[in-house]
């Protein structure tokens, strides 16, 4: 049974910082991601990194603030989440490609976390 558990997501306040985690298991996976949905917008792509190589690509609202990394002896996924500002708040998935590259497209992913409430307040 494939399981992806997110943990890490709070309150803060614009210019903190978080970390998010994802726990994979049941199969492995060729590449991990993060997707954040908020309030009647569309999911939308974080981050992604590949299993393997540890290749990561950003979405640009995110680059250079946010950093996706890996733990393969742990089978965990971070998203560090720095300067964070109030249109990050949202509710943040992690998602997980049986095989393929890292990708934006969340209809690429096959699994998926129950997610976890990011809110950051001005």
Do not use: H
Request: positive net charge; proline residues 2%.
């Amino acid at each position: 049974q494939v399981q992806l558990v997110e943990s890490g997501g709070g309150l803060v306040q614009a210019g903190d910082s978080l970390r998010l985690s994802c726990v994979a298991s049941g199969r492995t996976f060729s590449t991990m991601g993060w997707f954040r949905q908020a309030p009647g917008k569309e999911r939308e792509f974080v981050a992604a990194i590949r299993w393997s190589t540890g290749t990561t690509n950003y979405a640009d609202s995110v680059k250079g603030r946010f950093t996706i990394s890996r733990d393969n002896a742990k089978n965990t996924v971070y998203l560090q989440m720095n300067s964070l500002k109030p249109e990050d708040t949202a509710v943040y998935f992690c998602a997980a490609r049986a095989y393929g590259l890292g990708s934006a497209n969340i209809y690429d992913y096959n699994y998926w976390g129950q997610g976890t409430q990011v809110t950051v307040s001005s």
